[in-house]
């Protein structure tokens, strides 16, 4: 059963990834938001972590209560906004990263989009990042 269970999971990751495609001349974060999903970032490394946020700052985003990029740390994984707004994921957002495929249920549901903020800026065809 478990076996099945991964297929369908990569199969859906697949398709995923196939609905992300951005051009690699407007990668920008902003496109990331007009994604149809949840987008969470993952910036596995220091270097990545301040290009994310010189990126964020260009394009104007801010934390959501206003508070400028530079005066926090970044985290390894961030959450995009509509607004552009980001935000820290807490514990249980954390935990969707590494094991959901969508948050809500039903028909509220959306797609987890977890992109691999290296990858994106790299120009990698298949940014999506795969725990």
Same mark, same amino acid.
């Given at each position: ?17 196939? #609905?992300? $495609?951005? @051009?690699?001349?407007?990668?920008? !974060? ?5 994604? =149809?999903?949840?987008?969470? &970032? ?27 990029? #530079?005066? $926090?740390? @970044?985290?390894?994984?961030?959450? !995009? ?5 980001? =935000?820290?994921?807490?514990? &249980? ?39």
């Amino acid at each position: 059963m478990s076996k099945l269970k991964n297929v369908n999971r990569e199969i859906k990751r697949a398709v995923q990834a196939r #609905r992300c $495609r951005i @051009p690699r001349e407007d990668r920008t !974060l902003t496109a990331l938001t007009k994604l =149809n999903g949840r987008v969470y &970032v993952y910036c596995g490394d220091r270097k990545t972590q301040q290009r994310f946020i010189e990126d964020a700052e260009n394009e104007y985003f801010r934390y959501g209560d206003g508070v400028s990029l #530079r005066e $926090r740390a @970044p985290d390894s994984i961030m959450a !995009l906004n509509q607004d552009r707004t980001i =935000n820290f994921l807490g514990f &249980v957002g954390t935990m969707a990263f590494h094991h959901a495929d969508h948050l809500g249920i039903g028909e509220d549901a959306i797609p987890l989009i977890r992109v691999d903020y290296r990858k994106y800026i790299a120009g990698y065809q298949d940014f999506i990042y795969r725990p």
